[in-house]
């Protein structure tokens, strides 16, 4: 396995390389045509990716490059809504070889502050890959996620090594399902779509796209819809209060969530879902999903 992340690297250098020839305009406009067989529309953008696209060449926001920041983003939470919101960190890391896998609990979690997919969850400490989980956050450690997506606010960010508490999450009010994340998106602080994605009982993923009155869109992003309804969480009306407050002088953000039998937990916030390459079906929906984001009057500089 340790090959592998020898080969995602050399990948990974090919790009930085590539970083130089190509501008951020060309590298986006060639990926949008892929995906929507049409350039994006930067002047006047209509649609939720169109408006991805255009927040990724308009500037850079230093509030974006904390609060993508995993460590900086516990801040925020903090002062805004409060520590009940947050998992507890267990350790942090500035070097893998930092890490010492004999003093940690059954169950933990390790990823990395200034990135996407460099998640390891481990369930069962006994019997451990150690050299994979060593070579798998050596690689995300030595990367840098502006090169690879172009996200300018992920550039900037000091990478290190969480060790979080593992989460146990509730099932979705039915015992079929779990409900692994809850996505809020929000727009000027107000949550108006509610991105749930849930797991059956053999590892399958669905997605629910939701308004907040719990109604289920007529849209599929990602993954299929769940086969039987699925309830709304008791915890509804917080969760939508919680992701209002943290993203009130925001244009658009979404916010991630865990929920427990007993919590809200924040996870994540998150700038460019998708790096604007989001596959709405059907694809009217990706301009439905755009319109409340008013980028007249937008904070991006």
């Not at 550039?155 to 090594?161: N, V």
């Not at 849209?219 to 699925?230: E, F, K, L």
């Amino acid at each position: 396995m340790k090959i592998k992340y020898i080969l995602k690297y050399m990948e990974y250098l090919l790009k930085h390389v590539k970083y130089y020839f190509v501008s951020n305009k060309k590298y986006r406009e060639k990926r949008y045509l892929i995906d929507f067989q049409c350039p994006p529309n930067y002047k006047s953008p209509e649609s939720f990716n169109e408006k991805i696209m255009w927040r990724m060449l308009a500037g850079k926001n230093k509030l974006f490059i904390q609060m993508a920041d995993k460590v900086k983003a516990r801040d925020r939470v903090r002062e805004l809504v409060g520590e009940k919101y947050l998992v507890n960190v267990l350790h942090r890391y500035k070097n893998v070889s930092d890490i010492n896998f004999n003093v940690l609990p059954e169950k933990f979690v390790l990823k990395c502050n200034h990135d996407c997919g460099s998640v390891v969850i481990c369930k069962r400490n006994e019997g451990l890959d150690i050299n994979f989980i060593r070579s798998k956050l050596r690689f995300f450690m030595n990367r840098n996620q502006y090169y690879d997506s172009r996200e300018w606010q992920y550039r900037d960010i000091i990478p290190e090594i969480i060790c979080e508490e593992y989460v146990e999450l509730s099932d979705a009010g039915i015992p079929e399902y779990r409900a692994e994340m809850y996505r809020i998106h929000c727009f000027k602080g107000k949550a108006v779509w509610l991105e749930v994605e849930y797991t059956d009982a053999i590892g399958e993923r669905y997605s629910c796209i939701y308004d907040t009155s719990w109604t289920l869109l007529p849209v599929i992003m990602r993954y299929p819809n769940t086969d039987i309804p699925i309830p709304a969480p008791i915890k509804l009306p917080e969760l939508l209060d919680v992701a209002g407050k943290l993203t009130l002088d925001i244009d658009y953000c979404r916010v991630d969530f865990y929920v427990t039998f007993e919590k809200i937990l924040f996870s994540e916030f998150t700038f460019s879902p998708a790096n604007g390459r989001e596959i709405f079906t059907p694809r009217s929906w990706d301009y439905i999903f755009g319109l409340p984001w008013d980028i007249n009057h937008h904070n991006e500089k």
